[in-house]
T-cell receptor, first 113, second 113 residues
Framework: AQSVTQLGSHVSVSEGALVLLRCNYS??????LFWYVQYPNQGLQLLLK??????LVKGINGFEAEFKKSETSFHLTKPSAHMSDAAEYFC???????????FGKGTTLSVSS | DGGITQSPKYLFRKEGQNVTLSCEQN?????MYWYRQDPGQGLRLIYY???????QKGDIAEGYSVSREKKESFPLTVTSAQKNPTAFYLC????????????FGNGTRLTVT
């Protein structure tokens, strides 16, 4: 069965610092992976997705993620954090049958000035 | 603008009452989903529907019911059998295909006392 594990429920960085949010997946088939962002009391917005094309995926707002099969990882990075990046981030994998997503428990990113 | 509308944004009910959460989309998407979000637990799949008049149970369907009579609408009923109904409920939709990203509504926060 598919699953994702997000390491670290809370990450704090300074403005301008590197952002690294970790996601490891488990899948019996080649996975389709997603990162979403959620601002307080809102729905989720798609940041980027991996669909077995390029292993380095670029998304919106300067975020990118690298698919590493050998490490079963899909970590999200941004070279320089901005105050507006403070939010909750979710990694997700497509269920093996159908189109529903299985989400990780989320990582809250705090950015300090 | 196309999107997903969830109403109301906040909902209060007494224990023992059934309550129906509305979800409408004008994106012409075939598939629709209901997720429940609790702090620190990520999003958990309640029900999903890939076509009109058909739906499947997700991981936590007990105490919930849905219908899909129209392509645009996928209401969720939280019944009195749901032991812990207070949560943030998110509706989503997407086109058919495992690489199609989910589009989310802004959620309904249900409080049952």
């Amino acid at each position: 069965a598919q699953s994702v594990t997000q390491l670290g429920s809370h990450v704090s960085v300074s403005e301008g610092a590197l952002v690294l949010l970790r996601c490891n997946y488990s899948s019996s088939v080649p996975p389709y992976l997603f990162w979403y962002v959620q601002y307080p009391n809102q729905g989720l917005q798609l940041l980027l997705k991996y669909t077995s094309a390029a292993t380095l995926v670029k998304g919106i707002n300067g975020f990118e993620a690298e698919f590493k099969k050998s490490e079963t990882s899909f970590h999200l990075t941004k070279p320089s954090a901005h105050m507006s990046d403070a939010a909750e981030y979710f990694c997700a994998v497509v269920k093996s049958r159908g189109t529903a997503l299985i989400f990780g428990k989320g990582t809250t990113l705090s950015v300090s000035s | 603008d196309g999107g997903i509308t969830q109403s109301p944004k906040y909902l209060f009910r007494k224990e023992g009452q059934n309550v129906t959460l509305s979800c409408e989309q004008n994106l012409n998407h075939d598939a629709m989903y209901w997720y429940r979000q609790d702090p620190g637990q990520g999003l958990r799949l309640i029900y999903y529907s890939q076509i009109v008049n058909d739906f499947q149970k997700g991981d936590i369907a007990e105490g919930y019911s849905v219908s899909r009579e129209k392509k645009e609408s996928f209401p969720l009923t939280v019944t009195s059998a749901q032991k812990n109904p207070t949560a943030f409920y998110l509706c989503a939709s997407n086109l058919q295909g495992q690489t199609a990203p989910l589009h989310f509504g802004n959620g309904t926060r249900l409080t049952v006392t």
